[in-house]
């Protein structure tokens, strides 16, 4: 396949289109991102790197970060790890609290908010220094040592998580969070506030193209069927309320983020990144979606 062709037509069209959409603002920080930002990177399992623009500019990962918190999460306790997080898509915003109510506390999936602070939790309560551990993770499987939190963003969702404490508070009246609040809190706010560039991200997320081996040296990070059941998540559930459309349109299992970046792959084939800060209605990347639906089209081939 010609994917620096096909990537090269797509920012031609890109570079056309009308850029629509929002950058995120209820995290402060993250509303001082240029707008006009956009990278792609897509790394072939049989042929190496392919990219353009801001490839190897780092931006805020956000919920993409979700899917490795799951991936630590299900090694380190198995499938009972879904006795308190369920597997369905939501249906509701990410943030949404009605659910959980009604549902005795225990999210819909592991991606929404929700479900994502259960993981945390589960993280704190077997890891010795999550933060650390987590980094490290991510160091490992990008084979990047210097990728880091942005402290700035830290410290600006620190101060607008006032959702975040509700949905821990009202899962912890529930009896489905074990540890201190602030702990959890901070350990989710952490995990978001890291920093990769499209290069960075799509290198990480081979593991998921590869059957949970990482690329360069062929160690098995996480079993065949973690990797069936990670992907369905991100297939079912990694596009907030719009995982229908995304797969409709794209057909690769992938996740978004508040940040602007869309991490997705074609298992046995590639793990692909974009990055464009301005956010659809649904809070997905407008540009991104529409640059992996480019993608799919013209290599004509998707998942289906
Ligand atoms: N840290 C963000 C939040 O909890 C992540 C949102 C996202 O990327 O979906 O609001």
Avoid at 224 to 247: H, L, P, V, W
Wanted: one cysteine or more; a neutral charge.
């Amino acid at each position: 396949m010609k994917y620096q062709e096909i990537l090269n037509e797509i920012e031609i069209e890109l570079s056309k289109k009308l850029k629509s959409g929002k950058i995120a603002s209820y995290i402060p920080e993250l509303a001082k991102i240029d707008q006009n930002k956009l990278g792609m990177h897509l790394y072939c399992i049989n042929s190496g790197h392919y990219g353009f623009g801001d490839e190897k500019e780092k931006f805020s990962i956000q919920s993409i970060s979700k899917v490795f918190s799951l991936t630590m999460a299900m090694n380190l306790v198995g499938d009972k790890l879904f006795s308190r997080v369920d597997v369905e898509p939501s249906g509701d915003p990410f943030n949404s609290l009605v659910q959980l109510e009604y549902e005795n506390g225990i999210p819909r999936n592991p991606f929404i908010n929700a479900g994502a602070l259960v993981i945390a939790d589960v993280l704190v309560s077997n890891l010795e220094n999550p933060k650390k551990e987590f980094l490290n993770f991510i160091h490992k499987i990008s084979g990047d040592d210097s990728i880091r939190v942005n402290d700035k963003v830290f410290e600006s969702e620190k101060k607008f998580s006032h959702r975040n404490a509700a949905l821990l508070n009202l899962m912890k009246s529930f009896g489905n969070i074990q540890n201190d609040i602030e702990t959890v809190l901070d350990l989710y706010i952490y995990q978001c506030a890291i920093e990769m560039s499209c290069h960075e991200l799509t290198t990480a997320f081979m593991i998921y193209a590869n059957g949970g081996k990482m690329l360069s040296n062929n160690i098995q990070v996480i079993s065949t069927t973690g990797i069936k059941r990670i992907n369905a998540i991100m297939q079912t559930c990694g596009f907030y309320d719009e995982a229908g459309e995304f797969s409709f349109r794209v057909g690769l299992p992938g996740k978004s983020g508040v940040g602007g970046g869309i991490a997705a792959i074609h298992p046995g084939q590639y793990a692909v990144t974009v990055w464009s800060p301005l956010l659809n209605p649904k809070g997905n990347s407008a540009v991104g979606m529409y640059a992996l639906e480019r993608l799919t089209t013209l290599t004509g081939l998707s998942i289906f």
